[in-house]
């Protein structure tokens, strides 16, 4: 069973009607219960990184998703603020992430090769993909997904990052670690590519 972490923010639902869509089993969990048996995870995330990190942290599924990602290995797909919530900490916020994949969220505004571009970051851009990466299993070259942020994941290891995009500057846009995986990027608002991604994420 795919389940949605349903915390009180992302768009629960658009993530729902894709897998249905699929084909593919999947429901929210919003209560520690939900998890128990959970073979897949989504991590949705909209809105601020602080705001994101404290009603996952009053949720009462902070603990158990832990337990099931860190103890039992169950892989996870951290969306949008999702994915930023993976690393230390983010410049947006004074919360510390999740920390399950080392790096750090940064600013485009900070960012001297896009601090004069519009802020956020908002439409569709091509994706550089790493070949290897289980995600991006039978796709055609440059991928187009749709983007809407003001903050990017700036990956420690670059044996992490699975795939990226350019914005004044190219930015880590997808991470894995193993069975965990992010992507800055709305798979849920990316058409065909972006549900390829979600049914090689459910799949492999």
Not at 37 to 51: C, K, Q
Not at 94 to 100: A, F, Q, R, S
């Amino acid at each position: 069973m795919i389940r949605i972490v349903d915390y009180g923010v992302g768009n629960i639902q658009a993530f729902l009607n894709t897998f249905k869509r699929l084909g593919l089993p999947a429901e929210r969990a919003k209560v520690p219960a939900d998890l128990a048996d959970a073979t897949r995870l989504i991590l949705p995330g909209v809105g601020s990184f602080d705001h994101a990190m404290t009603l996952l942290n009053q949720s009462g599924l902070r603990e158990p998703l832990e337990a099931r990602v860190q103890g039992d290995k169950i892989p996870v797909l951290g969306v949008c603020v999702g994915m930023q919530m993976l690393a230390e900490g983010s410049d947006e916020g004074e919360l510390p992430g999740l920390n399950w994949i080392p790096g750090r969220v940064r600013a485009f505004a900070q960012t001297p090769a896009s601090a004069d571009l519009p802020q956020p970051h908002m439409g569709w851009n091509d994706l550089q993909v790493r070949p290897d990466s289980s995600l991006f299993a039978d796709f055609e070259p440059l991928p187009r997904f749709y983007f809407l942020h003001s903050y990017y994941f700036d990956c420690a290891d670059r044996a992490h990052v699975a795939a990226s995009s350019r914005y004044g500057l190219d930015f880590d846009c997808v991470v894995s670690s193993g069975h965990i995986h992010g992507v800055q990027c709305h798979p849920e608002k990316s058409h065909h590519f972006g549900a390829q991604l979600l049914k090689n994420f459910a799949t492999t």
